[in-house]
């Protein structure tokens, strides 16, 4: 892949990796790093990549371990109390779904986020996760559970 296909494969997928950013991480500003980083990640490490119908996984899976470094790190260095804000949801997002996403785990959050706003196949999230197919499938299922539970809750 040379440096043409590469860009034109990022940029085809560039609004899904910062709405996958924006599921895993809070602030604005680590959300455009983890990308960022992410993207230079795949450049540098593109002689890797084993079979080039699988960049978007490879790359998914390269910014979510970006995002988990960029987690990491701020578990270390920010004091509870300096925490940022979270990041504002999209203008057209419900404001309680977002809030209730966000709530969710990161095991729940994250698989029910590349499935259902993503578009991800189960398959296609169990290759970039790590785990089985069938764990997938109960995640994405537990995540909707509790998201209609707390919703209909708040309804109330």
């Not at 609004?15 to 983890?34: K, T």
């Not at 578990?75 to 057209?92: G, K, Q, W, Y």
């Amino acid at each position: 892949m040379d440096k043409q296909e590469f860009t034109q494969r990022v940029l085809a997928v560039e609004g899904r990796l910062y709405r996958i950013s924006r599921g895993m991480l809070r602030n604005a500003q680590d959300q455009m790093d983890a990308v960022q980083e992410a993207v230079l990640k795949a450049w540098q490490n593109l002689n890797r990549l084993r079979r080039e119908e699988y960049f978007e996984t490879w790359l998914t899976r390269i910014l979510i371990n970006e995002c988990h470094n960029i987690l990491s790190a701020r578990r270390r260095i920010v004091p509870l109390e300096r925490v940022p804000e979270r990041a504002a949801p999209a203008a057209d997002a419900n404001r309680a779904l977002y809030e209730a996403v966000m709530a969710l785990d990161e095991a729940l959050r994250l698989p029910l986020l590349l499935n259902c706003v993503e578009g991800y196949r189960m398959r296609e999230i169990a290759r970039i996760l790590h785990i089985p197919e069938g764990t997938v499938k109960s995640r994405v299922a537990r995540a909707r559970r509790k998201l209609r539970e707390e919703l209909e809750e708040g309804e109330q």
